[in-house]
């Protein structure tokens, strides 16, 4: 089993939208979390943290559901400016030197006209 | 816009050639990291340093070699290009992993023929 997995998609959806993608993580210490924002042929850039309590930017809702080890994204109102592969990121923890990020393979969300 | 420079952007070399992908960031940060991404697929942790003279492996197996002599380089080498080596190569760097934000590089797209 995948350390984080995501539906791949993709997700065609209307402007207007709302679309929502789900991660799943398997490592119960895992310590944080995010969503990752990747352009087609372009580089991730970070697009929130997620917190325990849940948090909102904009048009964005991130939610993290710890017992039952996932993680979700919640894009209302879609643009089309939206379309990109979103990545979701957790930290696993472990202690040190060894604290680092995995990534998921990402779901793609294509926004329509 | 983050101030981490990958070169080169392209590259297309025959087997067996020793090749060199440069990584520079100008933000002062300690940790580096070499990401290798397959179209369609997850970014995996290759190489991570976390300050000068330090560099460690990451979940990856990889035939590629780093050294960060100084703190804003992070150079990848690979002695013998081989097809399999084919991949793009994403350089990142940060302040902590806790706070999950990478900046990356636009990366280093290898062709190996």
């Known amino acids: 089993r995948k350390e984080v997995e995501q539906d791949p998609g993709p997700f065609n959806v209307p402007e207007g939208a709302t679309v929502a993608f789900n991660c799943t993580y398997s490592?119960?210490?895992?310590?944080?979390f995010f969503w990752y924002r990747q352009d087609c042929r372009k580089e991730p850039k970070l697009l929130m943290s997620?917190?325990?309590s849940g948090n909102e930017d904009g048009r964005f809702t991130a939610q993290l559901n710890r017992a039952s080890q996932y993680i979700s994204l919640l894009i209302r109102d879609s643009k089309l400016s939206d379309s990109a592969t979103y990545l979701c990121?957790?930290?696993?923890?472990?202690?040190?030197?060894?604290?680092?990020?995995?990534f998921g393979t990402g779901t793609l969300l294509a926004v329509q006209p | 816009e983050a101030d981490i420079y990958q070169t080169p952007r392209y590259l297309v070399i025959g087997t067996g050639k020793k090749i060199t992908l440069e990584c520079s960031q100008t933000?002062?940060?300690?940790?580096m990291y070499w990401y290798q991404q397959d179209p369609g697929m997850e970014l995996h942790l290759i190489h991570y340093?976390?300050?000068?003279?330090?560099?460690e492996k990451g979940d990856l197996s990889s035939e590629s070699t780093v050294s960060r002599i100084r703190t804003e380089h992070f150079p990848l080498t690979l002695e013998s290009a081989r097809p399999s080596h084919t991949s793009q190569y994403l350089c990142?760097?940060?302040?902590?992993?806790?706070?999950?934000?990478?900046?990356f590089g636009e990366g280093s797209r290898l062709t190996v023929l």
């Open positions: 997620v917190y325990s």
């Open positions: 990121v957790v930290n696993m923890g472990g202690g040190g030197a060894t604290n680092k990020l995995i």
């Open positions: 490592n119960s210490a895992s310590q944080s």
């Open positions: 990142a760097s940060s302040r902590g992993v806790l706070t999950g934000e990478l900046f």
């Open positions: 340093s976390y300050g000068v003279n330090s560099t």
């Open positions: 933000m002062g940060h300690d940790k």
